[in-house]
């Protein structure tokens, strides 16, 4: 049986995201972004009522 070279592995560094610099800033953006929604909608809910 042929003895197998074992598999280099290189880490990859992560790409920082396209916009806003840091991964961390976007999932905080879109938190805020979903919080501001349901704000909007609950306000709405309000003003709707008779």
């Known amino acids: 049986m042929p ?3 074992p598999i ?3 880490e990859v ?3 920082p995201p396209p ?4 991964w961390r800033r976007i999932y905080v953006s879109v ?4 919080a501001a929604i ?6 709405f ?3 709707a009522r008779p």
Do not use: Q, S, T
């Not at 938190?31 to 979903?34: D, G």
């Not at 349901?38 to 306000?43: D, P």
């Open 3 to 5: 003895e197998h070279d």
């Open 8 to 10: 280099e592995r290189r």
């Open 13 to 15: 560094p992560d790409e």
């Open 19 to 22: 916009f806003l610099g840091a």
């Open 31 to 34: 938190l805020v972004y979903l």
């Open 38 to 43: 349901i704000a909007l909608f609950y306000l």
């Open 45 to 47: 809910e309000l003003l």
